[in-house]
């Protein structure tokens, strides 16, 4: 599976940005898909993950980003969407996509996730 994060940028504080992991090789409906990220100095972090075809489409996120950040999935396209809202200076870093067939309890653990898109930077100005 080969993945392609898209979409980071610099943006103000308070304003929206909306990622985009495509996947080729592999539908996501199959996997669960999770996004992470990861600023300077910082180990990567759990964002947020939507559950494959199977579970229903489930999601989860961080506290840290509850209520501001949402995942979708289009299957057609097969792609899976981060929108972000609300944004803050702390969410600024590196955003991962990737994907695993573990268990849905474990969807929160980067190290359960076996293939990573290349990444993507944002950057919220304050």
């Known amino acids: 599976v080969q993945l392609q994060a898209s979409g980071g940028g610099l943006v103000q504080a308070g304003g929206s940005l909306r990622l985009s992991c495509a996947a080729s090789?592999?539908?996501?409906?199959?996997?669960?898909t999770g996004w992470f990220r990861q600023a300077p100095g910082k180990e990567r972090e759990f964002v947020g993950a939507?559950?494959?075809?199977?579970?229903?489409?489930?999601?989860r996120y961080a506290d840290a980003v509850k209520g501001r950040f949402t995942i979708s999935r289009d299957n057609a396209k097969n792609t899976v969407d981060l929108q972000m809202n609300s944004l803050k200076p702390e969410d600024t870093g590196v955003y991962y996509c990737a994907v695993t067939q573990i268990v849905w309890a474990y969807a929160d653990e980067s190290d359960r996730y076996t293939y990573w898109g290349q990444g993507t930077q944002v950057t919220v100005s304050s």
């Open positions: 939507i559950a494959r075809s199977a579970y229903g489409r489930s999601t």
């Open positions: 090789g592999r539908t996501f409906a199959n996997f669960h």
